[in-house]
């Protein structure tokens, strides 16, 4: 059995805020209540958001033949409706929501091209619409991870290092969630409960309900709450890396996505450390009354176990 309450009011961080010093403070305050928050002024313009929820509809319309045609390999590219679940033990069947994936961009010049891309033929604008919207996604997390190291107490470019700027580690997932599969079931997610895995996630919704957050995940019965749509906004959540990273003084939230009998579509970037980055407790996050709770782990490995579990069959790795 689950409650639902109504009105949920995140904090909104302002990421062109000349006072970086009180915007960190913002940051550190909703990342240790609430690990989700809204972020704006990040410099995704509105008209690129409807630009790529545009291209996102028109390559999801095509039938699944063409589709699997681009199937996700190495991580990157198509994944039909049911093909993962966010939570195995909830959801065995699958989530019922279709993705795609954007890795990593490669340089022109790298010797293996591994993002998939629809021909240009019949989606001229899909790429460059896409690899537009990456990099400014990966802009905007690389400022605000600036932020975060700000509000952590640690240097600047702490995280940024770890990331890379030069070299961002990150995937942007397009998804659609199908609105004529709403139920009135309760037990049917579009996106079954679930924490990110990695270090921040930047969303972009299409302005459909239907994200929703438990912030005390071991508190039953659960209390979810409804993650309203903010024109022009990001929403933020921190992930289960951050989360150990910084000893869970910063929450990595449980969240879901219900459906709400309307087509939905969503674009999630998500921001990780290099692979080879140990992730072990920050200093600002331990003391002696507080010890760390978990043991160094590369950022690779912890991932590589996350996916392990999601994906049930047709596994692949990211590292
Ligand atoms: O579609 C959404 O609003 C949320 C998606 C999500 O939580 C995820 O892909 O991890
Ligand atoms: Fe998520």
Not at 173 to 200: F, K, T, W
């Amino acid at each position: 059995m689950t409650l639902t309450t109504e009105l949920l009011k995140l904090p909104i961080v302002d990421l062109s805020s000349p006072d970086r010093l009180s915007t960190a403070a913002t940051i550190l305050q909703a990342c240790t209540d609430h690990g989700f928050f809204y972020l704006v002024n990040h410099g995704v313009e509105e008209e690129l958001f409807q630009k790529v929820f545009n291209e996102s509809k028109k390559l999801f319309s095509f039938p699944l033949e063409e589709k699997m045609k681009l199937g996700r390999k190495d991580h990157r590219g198509y994944t039909p409706l049911f093909a993962e679940s966010l939570d195995p033990d909830l959801a065995p069947k699958g989530d019922p929501k279709e993705s795609y994936y954007i890795g990593p961009l490669e340089e022109d010049s790298a010797p293996v091209k591994l993002n998939q891309w629809p021909s240009q033929e019949t989606l001229p604008s899909w790429r460059p619409t896409m690899e537009t919207f990456y990099r400014k996604l990966a802009c905007a997390g690389n400022k605000l991870l600036r932020l975060i190291a700000l509000a952590l107490k640690l240097e600047e470019t702490f995280f940024e290092r770890m990331g890379g700027l030069d070299k961002p580690t990150a995937y942007l997932r397009l998804l659609r969630y199908p609105g004529e599969l709403g139920s009135a079931d309760e037990d049917v997610c579009g996106a079954s409960a679930h924490s990110d895995y990695g270090m921040i996630t930047l969303l972009a919704t299409d302005g459909v309900q239907g994200l929703q957050i438990c912030r005390e995940k071991f508190k039953q019965p659960q209390v979810w709450e409804d993650v309203l749509h903010l024109d022009g906004a990001l929403i933020i959540n921190i992930g289960d890396m951050m989360e150990r990273w910084t000893n869970c003084m910063f929450r990595s939230t449980l969240h879901r996505v219900m459906p709400v009998g309307q087509e939905r579509f969503s674009a999630a970037f998500f921001l990780d450390p290099k692979h080879d980055c140990l992730v072990e407790c920050l200093e600002s996050c331990c003391s002696e009354s507080s010890p760390a709770r978990f043991p160094p782990i590369l950022s690779g490995d912890y991932l590589k176990e996350r996916f392990r579990l999601t994906y049930k069959s047709n596994l692949e790795s990211i590292v």
